[in-house]
């Protein structure tokens, strides 16, 4: 082993168990880093708290995304591919480590990490409750210590040479993402692949709820920003609808028509008319026919004509659309075939 190796940084000590191989990678801003971790406390057990190898997968960290534990990017910039070494912290770098770990055995058991704070942040949430909900971390929590943290260096990946997820992307790649996604998911429609371009739609309106959350409510560009978004949901509701996922196509359509009443005739062209178009057909499929015989009156007044997507339908049109899914759901009913 070779002899403990103090970083540039106070706070901490390096000690290389195996040796890397070439040069240091080149760990430009965006790029992903794919590492094993174990985490230790410094008693004489060195009881572990976290081990990656255990879980079954790496962990992920883009340099330069502000990560939770900002101190890992200092131990990994340090490393060379293949690398394993063992990096001793002192408290002042690894006081919110129980948060990250609480967040990362969430994920790791399934579970949403968000959930837990909706809210408020997680310091709040820890203060509200007493617990992270685990043990260990709450001892963590409240007596703050040392940490050891021994990383073996996998991959390291220039942001040209992965995916990047739409989490990841700076706010102007996020709105030069949206009008990508939006025409990827309309391409895929037409060609009848509904599944995958609701996952495209679905990307989009992440985006767009990441940069809406930064603005105050109702204001000009909070405004720009739920139009494109009811769009997109439109849209994705048309997947719904071919999908026959029926009931999830009137909650969203619904959750739009209640927070925005009366004001789409005004919005124009544009705005995803067909989108409401959906929530009818839906409607005749749930039995909520007296609804679904109003709607596409209005309907037929929010429809669009974005290109790419399909067409707005006269009233008659829908009608008789409407006549035919009932007598198909009818012969279903009476017939034993749902």
Known sequence: ????????????????????????????????????????????????????????HPMHIIIGNMFKLEVWEILLTSMRFSEVAEFWCDTIHTGVYPILSRSLRQMAE?????????????????????TLGYEDLDELQKEPQPLIFVIELLQVEAPSEYQRETWNLSKDEKMQA???????????????RYEEASTKYQEAIVCLRNLQIKEKPWEVQW??????????????????????EYYEVLEHTSD???HHPGGWREAGPGLGGEGVQSRPGAQSHVHRRPVASSDPVRASKLASTQQGFPKPITISQMMVELCLLWEVFYFKVHWGKI
């Open 256 to 258: 739009i028509l209640r």
């Open 110 to 130: 399934g579970k949403d990490p968000t959930e837990w704070h909706v809210h408020t942040c997680g310091l709040a949430n820890m203060f509200a409750y007493h």
């Open 223 to 244: 405004l720009k920003l739920e139009k494109m978004i009811n769009t997109l949901i439109l849209n994705y509701c048309q997947c719904l609808l071919k999908k026959e």
């Open 1 to 56: 082993m070779d002899a403990a190796l103090l970083l540039n940084v106070e706070g901490i000590k390096k000690t290389i168990l195996h040796g890397g191989t070439g040069e240091l990678p080149n760990f430009i801003t965006g790029a992903r880093v794919t590492f094993h971790f174990r985490t230790l406390k410094c008693d004489d057990e060195r009881t572990v708290i976290d081990d990656s190898k255990q879980v079954g």
């Open 178 to 192: 949206v009008p990508i996604l939006h025409g990827e998911g309309n391409r895929l429609f037409k060609l009848g």
